[in-house]
């Protein structure tokens, strides 16, 4: 891992021990469980890890992550829209006031050329605002700063096409942090390759790759309930387009091959009528989770599936990476993916579905073998 490269890097160069310094303006959803990934990471490391959240989070999950609430959010001015562009273009050109609850906190943790500062969320003038506050700091006390992108901020995933506003105020921001003095200890990171190398050609500045960094939990640790049969855990967001929809049909397609399956919703983006009607109908195959869970209930509702279905569109996710297969990879699930051009008249699920089942049952009916043979042999 990159991570562990530039840690050891650091060990040799100096006796200090390095400390990494991570911003969350922004502690919700998969944002919570890449910090909750840091500080998992860290402790393993035995590398001193603060974090610095907005005044506005929930106090649950900040005192989870052992986290400082002491800055002010991000202006939400900040998030680049074709319709604001213009704003942004001024801001360039004021103060940074707006950040002092920022440089505050920074100045606390009394960071050196040795140490990491971390923003997993990127903005143009954040960029900007970092490269004037290493200017004015001295060369060892210009610690490296990592910002992180996840592709949904220079691509619109409703579309799959690039933000053009958002391409060119990065660009803007990236040439004028190369007339700064400490420049060149600012690092972007992508989540992937593709999205590393368009980084690269809109900021004319080197992007790394870096795999998302969740944190992850090992089976064994996943306290869930029993479920009869196959569970099919569905996840839904913003970009789920028209499935939203169509899981109605959907389930009502898979039911007819395999009336054994049970559904688990996530709720979020379902409409009261969509939602009614699978009650109403399929009460025994369709479970819904509450919209928000915690970290140990989110991980639970995974491991009870056989199979986690990313309900997405496919253009939502053509540059950028999906947390929650991350997530579910790491619990070692079958993952599908199968929002594409139409539906066939059998969805592949079901199919995927059926077979799973098949051989769970063959699994099964091998250890009653098994038993009988051995008590046989006894």
């Known amino acids: 891992m ?28 998969h944002y919570f469980n890449e910090l909750l990934g840091y500080k998992s990471a860290a402790g393993i490391l035995g590398l001193p890890l603060r974090i610095i959240a907005a005044r506005s989070v929930e106090p649950r999950l900040a005192a989870e992550l052992l986290a400082e609430p002491t800055i002010e959010p991000i202006p939400r001015a900040w998030d680049v829209l074709p319709q604001n562009i213009v704003d942004h273009l001024i801001a360039f050109a004021d103060s940074d006031d707006n950040l002092a609850s920022l440089w505050m ?16 969320i990127s903005r143009p003038l954040l960029i900007v605002r970092v490269g004037e506050w290493l200017a004015r700091r001295r060369p060892g006390r210009r610690p490296s700063v990592f910002f992180r992108f996840t592709g949904g901020e220079i691509v619109e995933k409703t579309t799959g096409q690039t933000n053009s506003a958002a391409a060119a105020l990065f660009r803007l921001a990236c040439s004028d942090l190369r007339k700064w003095s400490g420049q060149e200890r600012v690092f972007l990171l992508a989540d992937t390759v593709p999205l590393a190398r368009m980084l690269t050609r809109i900021c004319c500045r080197r992007a790394f ?3 998302v960094p969740k944190y992850h939990v090992a089976s064994a640790c996943v306290q869930s ?16 387009g028209r499935l939203i929809g169509e899981l109605r049909q959907i389930i009502h397609r898979i039911a007819v091959d395999a009336p054994s399956i049970r559904f688990i919703v996530n709720s979020r983006a379902l409409s009261r009528a969509t939602r009614g009607a699978l009650e109403t109908e399929m009460a025994s ?19 009870r599936s056989a199979i986690v279905l990313l309900a997405y569109e496919p253009q939502a996710y053509i540059i950028g990476s999906s947390g929650v297969f991350i997530e579910a990879a790491s619990l070692g699930r079958w993952l599908s993916r199968q929002v594409q051009r139409g539906w066939p008249s059998r969805w592949p699920l079901a199919s995927v579905s059926v077979r799973l089942l098949r051989s769970q049952k063959r699994r099964r009916s091998r250890r009653r073998s098994c038993r009988r043979s051995v008590i046989s042999a006894d």
């Open 285 to 303: 195959q369709v479970e819904f989770v509450a919209e928000q869970q915690d970290t140990a209930e989110y991980f639970a509702t995974i491991s």
């Open 209 to 211: 790759p870096m795999p």
């Open 225 to 240: 309930l029993p479920t009869l049969g196959i569970a099919v855990y569905v996840h839904l967001n913003k970009y789920s």
């Open 2 to 29: 990159i991570w562990t490269r530039i840690l050891k890097t650091l060990h040799r160069s100096t006796s200090i021990d390095p400390k990494l310094v991570v911003v969350g303006y922004d502690l919700t959803g």
């Open 105 to 120: 906190a920074i100045a606390e943790c009394d960071l050196r050329s040795t140490d990491m500062l971390l923003f997993p």
